[in-house]
């Protein structure tokens, strides 16, 4: 399998290209997607309406209601949209859309209608862009059934998870990182795709396993790579499927190594930590050697001083003093 080292709005845009030209039935919407608005604010979309046309690649108003409305409709009736809403934060715009439409069409009509949609949407913290457009708000989706929450830590599985989305027959929230676009990775050929709901083990260890996700999980590597030279060997888990996540993998490996740090950008209060760490502890609490312990940032808006910024993101001390609050 050829691989060829390219960054992730480039791995993106390959997977997007390479999905409308193989079915007719990809569709792509959003604010300033299509090429006279330059393919998107990141130009993730770049190229696309010049190649399939205004029909399949068009630039909306900016109405996020009127984009996830058009979208879930359109999934109704054989499509396979993928609709662009530039920030995660404008997501709750649309919420109604997506909690009480999308997610429970399936459920609601017996199984009769799919909603093969897949929304994208970018956030991240460490840019300045303050309170309102850099959170994570991935445990609002993962709280709702019916919908498939997913992200990715490099480029090669931004491309291989997007690629699973789009032709899942769910409606699926795909994350980018925005923090991680210009990223170079080695990305395998065209078709390569990564199951939903599989966690993959990006870093060997037997002391102590850390469970992240999306940014969080490079912070997590550096972090047990500092370990090592103290002689703690930490194990890395990257759930990439938030909904669903990889219960059995993760619960395996805790049971090997009794010890579990969960962390993730996201405010710490409520969060997906919170849901991983109680099962662990439901499931493993006669084998654990200390509780899990969760990382991740106050209960406050992202701060627009870079000096607060900075502090707001959980960061690898912050992660390298849960580790050892488990191994004491």
């Not at 006279?36 to 399939?52: A, H, I, M, Q």
């Not at 709750?92 to 999308?102: G, L, R, Y």
């Not at 992200?151 to 990182?177: H, M, Q, V």
Request: with cysteine; charged share 20%.
């Amino acid at each position: 399998m050829t691989e060829s080292l390219i960054t992730t709005i480039q791995a993106l845009n390959s997977v997007l290209y390479h999905a409308m030209e193989m079915d007719s039935s990809v569709i792509v919407f959003g604010e300033d997607v299509a090429d006279p608005e330059d393919g998107g604010v990141r130009g993730v979309t770049k190229g696309l309406s010049t190649k399939f046309g205004d029909s399949r690649v068009r630039s909306t108003p900016i109405s996020e209601q009127a984009i996830i409305g058009a979208a879930i409709g359109s999934a109704m009736a054989g499509m396979r949209p993928i609709a662009e809403i530039m920030l995660m934060n404008f997501m709750p715009v649309a919420m109604d859309m997506i909690t009480n439409h999308a997610a429970k069409l399936r459920f609601m009509s017996g199984g009769q209608t799919a909603v093969p949609l897949t929304i994208r949407t970018g956030t991240g913290a460490g840019f300045g862009t303050a309170g309102q457009h850099s959170d994570y708000l991935e445990a609002w989706f993962a709280h709702t059934p019916g919908l498939k929450v997913v992200t990715y830590s490099s480029p090669a599985d931004a491309a291989g998870l997007l690629a699973s989305c789009i032709f899942d027959d769910d409606p699926c929230i795909f994350i980018e990182n925005f923090p991680s676009y210009n990223e170079r990775g080695k990305v395998p050929e065209v078709g390569y795709r990564i199951p939903l709901g599989k966690a993959s083990i990006v870093h060997e260890g037997n002391d102590v396993s850390i469970i992240s996700y999306g940014p969080q999980v490079r912070v997590a590597m550096v972090a047990a790579e500092a370990l090592l030279s103290e002689g703690v060997s930490v194990q890395v888990i990257d759930l990439r499927t938030i909904v669903p996540w990889d219960r059995e993998t993760v619960l395996n490996e805790v049971a090997k190594t009794n010890r579990a740090v969960v962390t993730h950008e996201a405010v710490k209060a409520f969060g997906v930590c919170a849901e991983v760490s109680s099962v662990i502890h439901e499931e493993l609490f006669s084998q654990l050697q200390a509780p899990v312990q969760r990382v991740g940032a106050p209960s406050c808006p992202v701060p627009y001083s870079s000096i607060l910024e900075n502090e707001f993101i959980p960061n690898v001390k912050k992660v390298i003093d849960a580790v050892k609050v488990t191994l004491s």
